[in-house]
């Protein structure tokens, strides 16, 4: 099977995040993601543009999906910081949810 891939430019608001979700559903289910793989890569991207809003500079925000050799690559870049230790900082709430992420998905700042 070819590579498949979608790339969507978005404002850094939380109206584009709701926006640009419903487009990846659109794309997932064209490319016949189960609806448990569906829910999982929505899960991470909902997370990862969230916090590019919250925390990011403000800046557009890129938002790129992949699908190659039964991988799903879920990519959200901005401008802002890159995300801390999280090991060192497990009182914060923001930290228990990458942990939480962890184990549906390969993470790299």
Known sequence: MLPLHATWDLESTGEAVHVTRHAITAVLE????????????????????????????????????S???????????????????TAQMPWRPRAAVVRLLGPVCNLRP
């Open 30 to 65: 064209a490319w016949k993601m189960t609806a448990d793989h569906r829910f999982q890569a929505l899960l991470v991207y909902s997370e990862l543009a969230t916090n590019a809003v919250r925390h990011g500079s403000g800046q557009p925000i890129s938002v790129h999906i």
């Open 67 to 85: 699908l190659a050799d039964e991988e799903l690559t879920v990519e959200v870049n901005d401008a802002g910081r890159r995300v801390g230790n």
